[in-house]
């Protein structure tokens, strides 16, 4: 065995395993100790064992495995393991007081809890503790613990069965009868880090790489928490035993399909995971023994490895097919299970982040019941069910196989989780289990994680207030109003100001001209105007007329105006002078009104309109690029505005920022919630122009970005107490910003069109947390969450949103097949013949709210726009540079979601310098795809930007994987702006990375990031190590995470040398005035300070327990 020998007490240095060198970065990680990666056993015996024994035999155990005489230090910048050749550990004993009247039980139980979190200091070790708790009865109870850097759970069967052993014949007067040793754990080391150069590992890790690659490597769990910024390590524990009905069903069901019961049981799991995160690609660990060798079967190490297996639920397979297909998945990674999975992540390069494990999250794992219970010369010990209080992962599920049952222990990061999310996924988790054991021939998709009982009460969840709506129609209230107000403001434009009767009037006159050219009840009149009070009165006078008006904005294309106005089929259009685009007047009758006097006074036509008549046609993006028309009622417009009344108060009405554009259903509640309570609506240009508003705002619609961009400039209007956010997610931190402007209520508003603007609403308080939820329903509505079968989902488990109640629109104009498509039957409606509304939104029903998680399809909303990627795409397309391209929204931007397209380019293309056919550069080719889109959709729809790549990345199945598709920040860093060194230190840090990447330190910029040049974590926890020892100062290796980049580095140790300068100067100030005080004054401080210190850990054990 090779080695060398320390400097130091004559201890022996091997290199660290590649096992060892995680774990040691995992505990610089954890600022609580890394108490997660302690393995704790406590077992209590019938009888009383003897201590001299006890020791003897446990330094008889000691000697024999030099693991549990290992050290963990740095040597010449490299971590090792130090083994000293004569180390003893001391059996600790600790009387129990009986503190609660149970024998000293409880106590016992607090003990071992603070035991198994208590640090080890890898450095100056011993890395296993021992102790031997005495009951006030004269029993024991007996705590092991070791740290998992030189241990695994096989090690720990090993170490007591040793025990046993050498108790045993120590007690007997004989020699422990134990089998020889082969190698030693350091022998594994060094073949290990000798293997990792050969060819055969080369070979199986391009396996893993090839197995693994394009998988998502974050499972989107449903959490009761937002995940914190960096992983925490607290955790708690369910339990539940299985039925032994159902436990023999699963034993069954793997003999019968050739498979394990870990096959099984994981093939369950999968269910529950792909019906809890909607992924059916996702990565579960799985700890393997890695003892493949007979010489290591009986060694005392840190052998075990943990493995990945990727999950494939593609194309709804049977029980019986996704059973095979995890029994090829696991007989797979068994074959491959020795490369360590440092090397795997070193390979991989997974996006790193220190908020959670990299590529899983989700740990599975069977085991068996071994050691539950031992003896020790006579003395029967039991082990004692306890948890650590911690988690090393999100969730890890551990499986106990006994003779007769199988337990489900569930360990969970209480950062995330509530006690209540894991029992429920663990109710889930058996009824995966029986519906595998169950059904061998049923599609997957057939699963219902729904118990008995449970779908009452998630419907019951669902519904909003039963409300009464009163009015036919919406300008039959609105005409109520001004009859009883005339006098009163109804719009106020700029410096022009109109009243409840002149706006009435002028609707009137709107309604007559109309009616005279023929426009009656059931027709639709095309409104394309400026935000105006003219087009206020427009879209009353067509509701007057018996009609419904389909919105026209004149800054969009012509020609999607153009298609609008074809699809629509208006009897006439509205409009001015140069507004109307030009051929729409091919289509339909214009009418301008520049040619209309409104202010005559004429009588409506008096047409009756009920709750039924049609109100508006709203034109949204369409998959096929084609703009579909939503058809909504009155009645749908009238629940919208009761509501609204209900839930604001005339205060908060009285004016209402009108911002957004007539074509965004956000304008139905900006125009008609302040003209049917006797409000006045307030006409902005856009949401920013807010900024120089003048005059009064009580209330503020709009979309989130656009509110955040005003905050942020400062251009927030004084004394508007209310703020609706509606359209696109946001992050909680805008409501404090908000609040802290004086704004009153904050209320985060959702709805389709399809459901009339608003379908749920939550007011966001003080404490709002992300994700931000879109509440519950309002009056007359009720949602529905369910899975791709349509069947009810149980509340936390991600699902559709269907939406039913009075919002509901008729469907799309003219397509009775999407129409059926998306507007389903409602079994829980009210009325006959109700539907719901297939949102295409992907959420999770709580107790008390909704939480929007993203889409089904490729529909998304930027800005508060819904927009079809398929409809840019498929212009995108059209372009004859383009060979193929597709459009994705990116986070990844300064100022928050943008669209990004994504296209490779054709061999030659035409473009303006040169029609017949050239190659483009990049920003010639961007500029003519932006003109070439701009033609043909709104700016709204134009990509922001274009990343150009040879080819479009693809699942093994064909289908483009939009996952794997690169973040354009990274691209345009990756071409780079290279900034360098500014001083000494940045100049230092960047000599240091060169040599770990070896990379040239003029490639090295100091705003670069460690992991995307092609760091690991490994490299990382030596890198912070050279840091500290070079600058004499700590660099803590989660702040590797925090931000990865020279200069942030630079910044850390400019900051720790003023740290240790403060030190060095409080030390200097404490040793000249002990210099002053004589011998007397100086033991009279001492005692003082002693009292002040017992008294303090007093208080601290005290509440401890």
């Known amino acids: 065995m090779s080695s060398t020998e320390h400097a130091l007490t004559g201890t022996f240095v091997f290199p660290a395993s590649s096992g060892q060198e995680r774990l040691w970065f995992l505990r610089e990680l954890d600022a609580s100790g890394g108490a997660a990666y302690h393995l704790h056993a406590a077992f209590e015996a019938d009888g009383r064992l003897d201590r001299v024994v006890l020791q003897r035999a446990l330094n008889h155990v000691v000697a024999r495995h030099e693991s549990l005489r290992t050290r963990i230090v740095h040597h010449e910048g490299r971590l090792v393991q130090a083994v000293v050749p004569g180390a003893q550990v001391t059996v600790s004993v600790v009387a129990v007081e009986d503190r609660d009247g149970d ?11 603070r035991e198994s979190r208590r640090p080890f200091s890898l450095e100056h070790g011993p890395l296993l503790r021992m102790t031997l708790l005495e009951l006030p009865d004269g029993h024991h109870i007996l705590l092991a613990t070791l740290h998992h850097i030189v241990a695994d759970a096989w090690s720990v069967s090993l170490l007591l069965a ?12 004989e020699e422990p009868r134990l089998p020889e040793l082969g190698l030693q754990y350091a022998d594994f080391t060094v073949w290990q880090r000798e293997w990792e150069q050969s060819e055969e590992f080369r070979g199986r890790l391009d396996h893993w790489r090839e197995r693994l690659d394009g998988a998502p490597t974050l499972l989107h769990l449903p959490t009761d928490h937002p995940r914190p910024a960096v992983q925490t390590f607290q955790g708690d524990t369910v339990r539940d035993i299985l039925p032994a009905g159902l436990s023999r069903a699963l034993r069954r069901r ?3 399909h050739d498979s394990t019961l870990f096959m099984v049981m994981y093939s369950a799991l999968q269910l529950l995971l792909e019906r809890s995160t909607g992924q059916s690609d996702f990565l579960v660990g799985t700890p393997m023994a890695n003892r493949t060798r007979p010489e290591l079967q009986q060694t005392i190490g840190f052998f075990a490895n943990t493995v990945v297996l990727r999950s494939d639920l593609d194309g709804a397979p ?30 991989l390069h997974p996006e790193r982040t220190p ?12 085991e068996d019941s071994a050691y539950t219970t031992f003896s020790l010369g006579g003395v029967e010990l039991t082990r004692i069910d306890g948890d650590s209080g911690t988690a090393k992962f999100d969730l890890s599920l551990f499986v106990v196989d006994g003779e007769d049952e199988l337990a489900l222990r569930a360990e969970y990061n209480t950062a995330l989780f509530d006690r209540a999310g894991v029992e429920r996924l663990v109710r889930h988790y058996r009824r995966a289990l029986e519906f595998v054991a169950e059904n061998p021939d049923r599609p997957v998709s057939d699963l219902s994680l729904l118990g008995e009982g449970e779908s ?34 109804a719009v106020r434009d700029g410096e022009r100001v109109v009243t409840y009767g002149e706006l009435d009037a002028w609707a009137s006159g709107v309604a007559g001209m109309l009616a005279a050219r023929g426009v009656g009840r059931g027709d639709v009149v095309g409104v394309c105007l400026p935000r105006s009070v003219e087009l206020v009165a427009v879209l009353l006078g067509v509701w007057k007329a018996g009609a419904a008006y389909v919105p026209l904005d004149p800054v969009y294309p012509a020609a999607r105006t153009v298609a609008v106005v074809g699809d629509a089929g208006p009897s006439v259009v509205v409009s001015r002078a140069g507004v109307m685009p030009a051929g729409v007047e091919a289509g339909c009758p214009v009418v301008l009104l520049d040619e209309v006097d409104l202010s005559a006074s004429v009588a409506a036509p008096g047409v009756a309109v009920g709750r039924g008549d049609l109100a508006y046609v709203l034109y949204t993006s369409g998959s096929t690029g084609v703009p579909k028309g939503v058809e909504i009622a009155q009645g749908s417009v009238l629940n919208l505005l009761a509501w ?26 900006e125009l008609f919630a302040p003209l049917t309570s006797g409000g006045s609506v307030v006409l902005v240009g856009n949401a920013l122009e807010l900024a120089s508003v003048e005059g009064p705002v009580s209330l503020v619609n709009a979309v989130p970005s656009a509110v955040a961009e005003l905050v942020a400039g400062g251009g927030f209007p004084a004394g508007v107490g209310t703020v609706c956010m509606a359209g696109e997610p946001f992050a909680a931190e805008l409501v404090g910003r908000l609040r802290g402007l004086g704004v009153g209520r904050v209320l985060n508003l959702y709805g389709p069109s399809e459901t009339t603007t608003y379908s749920t609403g939550a007011e966001l308080g003080e404490g709002t947390q992300d994700p931000v939820p879109i509440g519950r329903p309002i009056h007359n509505t009720h949602v529905l969450v369910v899975d791709s079968g349509l069947r009810p989902v149980p509340f936390g488990v991600l699902g559709e949103l269907c939406i039913g109640g009075a919002g509901v629109a008729r469907g799309y104009r003219g397509r009775p097949s999407l129409t059926a498509e998306r507007f389903l039957p409602d079994p829980f409606g009210d009325e006959p013949g109700a539907r719901l509304y297939r949102t295409g939104d992907l959420v999770r029903q709580h107790a008390t709210h909704l ?16 927009i079809e990627l398929g409809e840019i795409e498929t212009q995108l397309n059209a372009h004859p540079a383009v060979r193929e391209a597709v459009v994705q929204v990116r986070s990844d931007g300064p100022t928050g979601d943008r669209l990004v397209g994504y296209a490779v380019p054709a061999d030659t293309a035409p473009t303006d310098t040169d029609p017949t056919g050239t190659t483009p550069t990049d920003s010639e080719l961007a500029r003519a795809l932006r003109e070439f889109l701009a033609q043909r959709l709104p700016a709204y729809m134009v990509p922001a930007g274009f990343v150009f790549l040879d080819r479009l990345p693809r699942t093994p199945n064909g289908k483009i994987d939009r996952g794997r598709l690169p973040s354009a920040e990274r691209l345009t860093v990756v071409s780079g702006n290279r900034v360098g060194p500014r001083d000494e230190t940045e100049e230092e840090v960047l000599r240091i990375w060169a040599g770990l990447l070896d990379l040239p330190a003029e490639q090295i910029g100091v705003h670069d990031n460690f992991f995307e040049l092609g760091g690991d974590s490994l490299l990382a926890g030596r890198m912070a190590h050279i840091l500290g020892e070079r600058f004499r100062v700590r660099v803590p290796v989660r702040e590797v995470f925090t931000e990865a980049t020279p200069a942030r580095f630079a910044a850390l140790i400019a900051e720790g040398r003023q740290k240790q300068l403060g030190a060095d100067e409080e030390s200097r100030r404490i040793q000249s005035f002990l210099d002053e005080v004589d011998d007397t004054q100086l033991d009279r401080l001492l005692h003082a300070y002693a009292s002040v210190t017992r008294e303090s850990l007093d208080h601290s054990q005290e509440e401890e327990k």
């Open 103 to 113: 024998g000293g039980r409880a106590e016992a139980h607090r003990i071992s809890a």
């Open 162 to 173: 040793e025990l046993a052993e050498s108790y045993r014949a120590i007690s007997a007067g």
């Open 254 to 256: 793997a003999q019968e």
């Open 318 to 347: 049977t029980v019986a097919e996704l059973i095979a297909r995890t029994r090829r998945t696991c007989l797979d990674a068994y074959a491959h299970q020795a490369v360590p999975f440092e090397n795997l992540i070193a390979e």
């Open 355 to 366: 908020g959670h494990n990299p590529l899983f999250q989700t740990l599975f794992a069977l």
């Open 456 to 489: 009452g009460v998630v419907v019951a969840g669902g519904r909003g207030v039963v409300a009464s709506v009163g009015g036919l129609s919406v300008h039959g209230v609105f005409e109520g109003v001004a009859a009883a107000s005339p006098g009163r403001v």
């Open 644 to 669: 609204a009344r209900e839930t604001f108060g005339a205060g908060e009405l009285s004016a209402v920022a009108a911002v957004t554009s007539v074509c965004f259903d956000l304008s139905v509640f």
């Open 851 to 866: 939480e929007f998680v993203g889409r089904v399809d490729h529909q998304v909303k930027v800005r508060g726009f819904r």
